[in-house]
């Protein structure tokens, strides 16, 4: 029998299995940041020992660091002890630092790729759930805690045991104005936002396979919101393609042999999953949240659930879920006014991303009453959208570019979104309070959230662009 | 912190919500520490409290109901998804708890929280509703969660059920031992399974 992709990873990695337990599984690459690594060093310094491989670890500062005036110290006292700690422990323990003011800066999510240090066949870990981005070169990357961190940085393993494994293949051309946002958000509003619990993903299929490395990202940046343990999706010419020439790239000979590598790692057409599920791609519209959680989506021209649609025990979730975003079941969606547009994130801040924004705003103006952040996922995104000119259709639109960080994604900073607002976001979650108390936030796609930019409410993209001005992707 | 973990006998708290995300059970304001202690006193801060003000209690959250008391927090399907943030389980570990039971755990929430001998004990959907049917007609009701036998019972009806836990982390818990401890035992393992692999 034929063994999928992520078997295949899998067996590389473990170190052994404890009889009737967990595995001791190798990690290759461990990225850490501000926010859930401190205690884990401070556990090491405990134990009194150092990182067993500091080569294989890379540090950058993003979750809580300030998006305007980077180059001043940082306001808030106690995000700057965060920031301040990191740097003193990449210090002692010999860990390569992209820190605030570093051209390399940036998301975790983004830099890694971006550095090409994210490969495909290899494991990757970083305290922070979205590691599950990284998938989209084909590793297994997941996201883990604090006493995980610390155990890596100890001695590069974590006791794992192996998930179940599901294929979600998607099929068929997408639709004009359809972008991979809307096709992670389609498959959430079908399986929930538990849908892929205890499950490894691949996504596949015609669909996928037409995707650039950004949108491949954005999709597996999500599976956590299904819950899975990672996603990932088999490499291909895209994806080498990706990889080549970038900084931390294999080259000559080395480059070679790792591609021959590469080469190998899809799942074999004899290969068993848990679970497949097939999905078409015809049947995707643009897509907005309604709800707290990510997997209660509805095409921007559907509408809320009304009562009736709901299953019984879910009333009690979907009510409250309603009360605090402050619509009716069985509204439409469409023509909901917007206060705030959030363009970021590492499911979304690359620059991919913000030359899809910037196609559709150039030489439009943002609506009076709304007030757009648009946050580069990395510094290198930032220096590339100035030299693309990308910031100055952002200006001439109204629009503010910001720098480099998590930002609105999860409010650490001081970029929050008012209680009782509405936001338009291009991030992952739409969990209570999670742009700030009593924020209210609509997931979207970049295109989406342009639109919405544009005029001030919800909308539907197929109906305002003229057949070559978007690009699917 | 208590880190054994063998049989806990206790009355529970209930949380009849799905989807609890960790979100919600650690708002990320609260992130900004660099110790693991104090967490448990922003544990649901946003819906124990009117407008974040420690003076307005919101008298219909459970945990906020003086009937309700105990080491054992009951909640419903898809508990602790969202982020990894261990954040959330040293939240709930602080705020008193060492047990919590639901019909269905996030992976990383669970991983979470075994790691902080928290003890995540996963029951089906029928059994959870008698938990809270019966600590909601009587709080007083005690629940018996013994580790040693993989049962969880509802000590005045006798009404139990088995639940999973894999021989590993068993002993771990009863033992009060961290994976940690065991990687850095074999760290001469892991160095020889370096020379063979290729990153
Ligand atoms: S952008 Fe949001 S989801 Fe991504 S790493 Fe930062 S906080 Fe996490």
Redesign the interface.
Known sequence: MGQTLFEKIWD??V??T?????S?F?I??HFIHE??S??AF??LNK?G?KV?RPQ?VVATAD??VPTLNQHLPIKEE??R??VE?LKKNCAEHGIELYGLGHPFQGIVHVIGPELGITQPG?TIVC???H?STHGAFGNIA???????V??VL??????Q?K?KLMRISIDGKLNKGVVSKDIVLYILSQIT??GA??YAVEFAGSAIRSLSMEARMTICNMSIEM?A?CGMIAPDEITFGYIKGRKFAPAGAEWDKKLAYWKTLYSDADAVFDKEINIKAEDIEPMITYGT?PGMGIGVSGHVPALNEVDEK?K??FE?SLAYMGLQPGANIKGKKVDYVFIGSCTNSRIEDLRMVAGFVKGKHKADDVEVWIVPGSKQVEKQAIEEGIDKIFAAAGFILRQPGCSAC???NEDKIPAGKYCISTSN?N????QG??ARTFLASPLTAALAAITGEVGDIREYYSKSELVNN | MSKQISIIRSTAVPL????V?T??II???F??????EGFGKNLFR?WRYEN?DETKPKRDFSLNKPAYRGSILVA???FG???????A?WAIKDGGFDVVVSS?????FK??AL??FLLPVTVSEDFLQKLFAAIEQNPATEIEVNLPEQYISIVSSGEKESFDI????KTCLLNGY???D???S??E??SN??KE?V?
Do not use: W
């Open positions: 590389k990695h170190v052994k404890i009889d009737g337990g967990p001791v190798y290759d690459t926010v859930t401190p205690q401070a556990g134990r020992i067993f294989q979750h809580n106690l995000s002890l965060q700690a290899m305290g922070d759930s590691t997941f996201g883990i805690g604090t006493s995980e610390e155990m100890a001695t590069q393993c974590l006791m045991s998930p936002a538990s619990t205890g819950g343990r959680n879910e009690p979730s409250k999860l409010g650490m979650r969990f209570e309070g999670r108390p009593n | 009849n919500m799905e989807n995300d979100d919600q708002p990320a304001r992130l900004k520490a660099t110790s693991r946003d974040d419903a399907k898809n998804c969202g982020s990894s943030r261990e954040h389980a269905f755990f996030a992976d990383i991983n979470n790691n902080n894999n021989n590993y982390k961290d994976d940690i065991y990687l850095l074999i760290k393992e892991i399974y370096e692999h990153i």
